[in-house]
């Protein structure tokens, strides 16, 4: 059974201090028991005294949590980076777990504080996020509003345009009719005028719908 992520801090001796890989129960028990009590002294959501400016910047969303560095300068960040460092690398676990136990020794460290570190920045990870979220969603909602209200304007906009090229087709359609019946009055006007003049010439200087008007009747010579 693979061992939980604690394990590599908390080490569990066999009978004669041969270390277990394969954690007894109990032993798994205890640990789980620690982790769950140092989780339980943390707040399951972290409060922000100060408004974060930067987002991008997990730094400032710790110090905004109030997670500062101990006295002993040991936080799971400081541990995780050791623990990629190149005088660790490709060493075995259990020789990595116990370089930093010593470290931390050394240092006047508890693995408890280190966990605690562990889980307050990854319950102000997750307390952000969720503002985070919030702002997202707010948002969201606001520009979406505002886009609803943006195309009804540019409908009730379009409604108006449409009407005015309407009422511009409609006024040129009664312009166009009144010039075709004021054409019609005016070549049966012409008409009339042609067909009188061409009773007294033979060459009728009236034109309708323009054309020369054929004579009714020769006209007389000498008149």
């Known amino acids: 059974m693979s061992k939980k992520w604690y394990n590599l801090f908390v080490t569990v001796d066999q009978p004669g201090g041969a270390p277990e890989d394969d954690a007894s129960p109990q032993a798994s028990n205890d640990a789980a028991r620690m982790v769950a009590e140092i989780a339980a002294s943390v707040p399951a959501v972290s409060t922000f005294t100060a408004p974060v400016q930067d987002p991008t910047s997990l730094a400032e969303i710790y110090q905004a949590a109030e997670i500062a560095t101990p006295p002993h300068g040991y936080t799971i ?17 259990e ?18 504080d280190v966990i605690q570190d562990a889980v307050r920045r990854d319950r102000a990870l997750d307390s952000f996020e969720t503002v985070l979220a919030k702002s997202r969603a707010g948002v969201e909602a606001a520009k979406i509003e505002e886009n609803r209200k943006i195309e009804a304007e540019m409908n009730k906009m379009l409604a108006e345009y449409r009407a005015r090229i309407q009422a511009n087709n409609e006024a040129v359609s009664k312009e166009n009719a009144r010039f075709a019946a004021w054409q019609t009055r005016k070549q049966a006007e012409e008409r009339t005028i042609a067909d009188a003049v ?3 010439v033979s060459e009728n200087p ?18």
Do not use: C
């Open 206 to 223: 009236i034109t309708v719908s323009g054309a020369p008007a054929n004579p009714a009747n020769p006209a007389k010579s000498g008149r």
């Open 95 to 112: 020789v990595k777990r116990s370089s930093i136990l010593v470290a931390l020794e050394a240092a006047g460290a508890k693995v408890d």
């Open 77 to 93: 960040l400081k541990v995780a980076a050791m623990l990629q460092s190149e005088h660790l690398h490709g060493l075995p676990a």
């Open 198 to 200: 061409s009773y007294f």
